[in-house]
């Protein structure tokens, strides 16, 4: 499958969205609204929950099913008070050294001047500040679209995970090709450029783990081993995690960036 063909893929109205992943992965989930500054954005849902027997922080960003659902939750493009809303879920769980389970799906943050008169990038850039110091375990998936900042602003994490049929990247494919050939007809050409799919991004040594996509063809059995598999594998690593020094978890986690870009591509 060519990059593009991967971008195309992650953007399937047939994909799994954030809230499937959370009824798939997390018990008795409860959902916490608002960023106590402006009001909730359903962009971004998040809230408290378990995995197993293991309580967990869980952040989505959630595009939606049908139309009626992706205009309520703005695509998956999150205001200010989205990103806001995250942090002060993520303090939270600071507190009480709860671990942290982020599921990114976006094309990017809302670009409209309504979000940037609320300070959409002081938004973004304050969660890129308080994720590389926070001292609780976080493992942030990127189930479908991660696109540019607003992706970023809940993917600096200590283990960083990707499914097969989805890409992270500093810009999309369109815009990229928009900016250096004038032209979004060359957006297959950009996407092969950026090496924005998975399997380039583990070689690259930016994310940890690929996993494969759910899609719409799995049947209810295959659907649960998969869903059994992917939460013993996130409470395994989160216990590892947790058994770690604060302080020394997020030096682990500084050095894991700081090493981003050094290693030789295959």
Avoid at 13 to 38: M, N, Q, T
Avoid at 214 to 242: C, S
Wanted: glycine share 8%.
């Amino acid at each position: 499958m060519q990059a593009y063909d991967v971008v195309l893929k992650s953007r399937d109205k047939d994909r799994w969205c954030a809230s499937d992943y959370i009824r798939l992965l997390v018990k008795d989930f409860i959902e916490f609204h608002g960023d106590r500054r402006f009001g909730d954005d359903k962009a971004v849902i998040g809230g408290l929950g378990t995995i197993g027997r293991m309580p967990v922080t869980v952040i989505g960003i959630e595009k939606g099913r049908d139309l009626k659902e992706r205009m309520e939750h703005n695509f998956g493009s999150a205001h200010p008070e989205g990103y806001r809303k995250a942090l002060r879920l993520m303090k939270e769980a600071e507190k009480f050294h709860r671990p942290i389970l982020c599921l990114v799906d976006t094309a990017g943050a809302y670009a409209g001047v309504d979000a940037e008169d609320r300070g959409q990038g002081e938004a973004i850039a304050e969660n890129l500040l308080e994720l590389s110091s926070l001292k609780t375990p976080i493992i942030s998936i990127v189930i479908g679209e991660g696109g540019s900042g607003g992706a970023l602003a809940l993917a600096v994490a200590d283990r960083l995970w990707m499914m097969d049929q989805a890409y992270f990247s500093v810009v999309s494919p369109e815009n990229c090709a928009t900016i250096l050939w004038k032209s979004s007809k060359d957006a297959d050409k950009a996407a092969e450029a950026l090496r924005l799919t998975a399997t380039d991004l583990k070689n690259l040594g930016i994310i940890d783990e690929v996993f494969e996509t759910v899609t719409p063809k799995w049947g209810v059995d295959r659907v649960t081993e998969y869903g059994r598999d992917l939460k013993n594998q996130i409470r395994a690593e989160f216990k590892k995690l947790l058994a770690e020094d604060k302080d020394h978890l997020v030096d682990l986690r500084y050095e894991k960036y700081r090493k981003m870009g050094r290693k030789e591509v295959q």
